[in-house]
């Protein structure tokens, strides 16, 4: 008889515990207000700029409004800036990615030895990620690159050479050189935060076994790195598209376009030619930039993380 009542038990302590379905219905309630609020926060202004790029409006001229179509995307595609500022956006993303990968290895890799004053090196290192992008850009424009008065002009007058005035005649290498200065302190903090994580058994045996220190960075350090590199990448690339004070302090997009990014050049149509159609439009594609680009650096990440799961 013990065995026939057992099932029955078991049968009644399954219908007294609630499933997992039933067990996360509260919390899905009480987070329901929270992701509701985020996404009409995100999904109201995409629907007013997708709204905005289809239709003809302009602050100057309010009144003649209507549905547009295609024209703006049309117009803008087809506007002799559309595609240098596309240029100079990748070259910017490119330029300032090489620099700061580059440079952040190299810098995680010297503050991963032991010196006098390390504490205060590493404080010094990382100060430029913490300075507003306007000041940042006035900070090169009138005491770095002033061709007058700047720090470079005074040291290429030292060794006898003319000064150059760099965001006159070097404008988007200026640029470059002024978000790379910003950005790689960021780059260091993760890769150093990563290089920390290295085994010291391993370089051990790798020392023991004879691999000098070019052997040890190629065969062990940048392998190690690989995923910290590829986060680098993302975040940065993502963070990029969206650069402008850098511009507007220095340059304002010039001279001509030769420092006219997307984002810049949505300003350009949105806020110095009032046309708010022609902008939105630009805005929708860039956020379809940014979300392709995104997803091949997500895609990449995690081809990236499964190789070291898989090892």
């Known amino acids: ?34 992701v509701a609020v ?3 926060w995100m999904t109201i202004p995409l629907a007013m700029t997708i709204w905005y790029s289809f239709s ?21 595609i087809t506007d002799p800036a559309f595609m240098p500022s596309i240029v100079h956006t990748l070259e910017l993303i490119g330029s300032v990615l090489g620099i700061t990968v580059v ?22 290192a990382i100060a430029p990620f913490f300075v507003m992008p306007t000041v940042s850009a006035l900070i090169w424009k009138n005491m770095m690159l002033h061709p007058v008065y700047g720090i470079m002009a005074d040291l290429m ?55 000098g220190p070019i052997a040890m960075f190629f065969f062990i350090t940048l392998p190690h790195l690989r995923r910290a590199i590829a986060v680098v990448v993302m975040m940065e690339t993502i963070f990029l598209l969206s650069i402008f004070a850098e511009i507007y302090t220095t340059t304002s997009g010039g001279p001509g376009n030769a420092t006219t990014i997307l984002s810049y050049l949505i300003y350009a149509l949105g806020l110095q030619q009032f046309d708010v159609g022609l902008a939105s439009a630009g805005g929708i594609l860039a956020v379809v930039l940014a979300n392709v680009v995104a997803f091949f650096l997500v895609r990449m990440l995690a081809k990236n993380l499964k190789g070291e799961y898989d090892k």
């Open 1 to 34: 008889m013990r065995h026939l009542h057992l099932p029955m038990v078991h049968a009644e302590n399954e219908a007294a515990v609630p499933s997992p379905e039933r067990r996360a219905l509260p919390t899905r309630w009480l987070a329901m207000p929270s």
């Open 38 to 40: 985020l996404v009409l």
């Open 56 to 76: 003809r409006y302009n602050l100057l001229n309010p009144d003649a409004t209507g549905f547009a179509g295609l024209d703006n995307y049309r117009y803008l």
């Open 103 to 124: 440079g952040g290895v190299l810098m995680a890799v010297l503050f991963d030895r032991k010196f006098i004053g390390q504490g205060i090196a590493r404080l010094f």
């Open 157 to 211: 007058r030292a060794f006898g050479m003319q000064p150059v005035d760099w965001l006159a005649d070097y404008p988007l290498f200026s640029i470059i050189v002024i978000v790379a200065w910003q950005w790689l302190p960021f780059a260091f903090l993760i890769l150093f935060t990563a290089i920390q994580s290295l085994d010291e058994e391993q370089k051990e045996a790798a020392r023991i076994d004879g691999a």
